[in-house]
């Protein structure tokens, strides 16, 4: 049974750089099929998605982030990255990653929450 | 990239019927069949409900269905029950640039 697991800072300071993990198991990341992303919420707020890779590396980003969005891939780790750089208050948020699959996030990680001090 | 509209709320009485819109623009949801519905109960990861308009993954009651006309999406959910209370999410494609655009959400309470 696939399974996503994000790890990385709870706490990040503001200006600096948040980067985050997702591990994939259960499967393989390099399989064709699928996109793997990001995807944050603040608290008490709604979903944004951040961005999507494919196994290749072509990626996908969100136009309001993509100046401060990097997303990468490691297929030897079978794992898959976030760095968002020059964070603020604002990018304070729960920080999912997930597996897509045509057009909808089919799996999820149980998300990690991430706090921007200041 | 501006979300796809929804109503903050949504309600009804167990065994009653709640449906919930989601208005995009001819980029997004106008313009595919690509449109997906997410169950978030909270502290817990978004569920897929509905994907590509109507259909459903295995597992998921048929009670939840999927539908869209011109730039609006809908999802009803039939034969409401205490475990549907929950935010609900669309999504949609939005083309090679924009790539994925999430609804505002909806809360649906059970009466």
């Known amino acids: 049974q696939l399974q996503l697991q994000e790890s990385g800072p709870g706490l990040v300071k503001s200006s600096e750089t948040l980067s985050l993990i997702c591990t994939v198991s259960?499967?393989?990341?390099?399989?064709?099929?699928?996109?793997w992303g990001w995807i944050r919420q603040p608290p008490g707020k709604g979903l944004e998605w951040l961005g999507s890779i494919y196994y290749s590396g072509s990626t996908y980003y969100n136009p309001s982030l993509k100046s401060r969005v990097t997303i990468s891939v490691d297929t030897s780790k079978n794992h898959f990255s976030l760095k968002l750089t020059s964070v603020t208050a604002a990018d304070t948020a729960v920080y999912y990653c997930a597996r897509r699959y045509i057009s909808s996030w089919w799996v999820w990680g149980q998300g990690t929450l991430v706090t921007v001090s200041s | 990239q501006s979300a796809l509209t929804q109503p903050p709320s949504a309600s009804g009485s167990p065994g009653q019927s709640v449906t919930i819109s989601c208005t995009g623009t001819s980029s997004d949801v106008g313009s595919y069949k690509y449109v997906s519905w997410y169950q978030q109960h909270p502290g817990k990861a978004p569920k897929l409900m509905i994907y590509?308009?109507?259909e459903r993954p295995s597992g998921v009651p048929d009670r939840f269905s999927g539908s869209k006309s011109g730039n609006t999406a809908s999802l009803t959910v039939s034969g409401l029950q205490a475990e549907d209370e929950a935010d609900y999410y669309c999504s949609s494609y939005a083309g090679s640039n924009n790539f994925d655009v999430f609804g505002t959400g909806t809360k649906v309470t059970v009466l």
């Open positions: 590509d308009v109507s």
């Open positions: 259960g499967g393989s990341i390099s399989s064709s099929s699928y996109y």
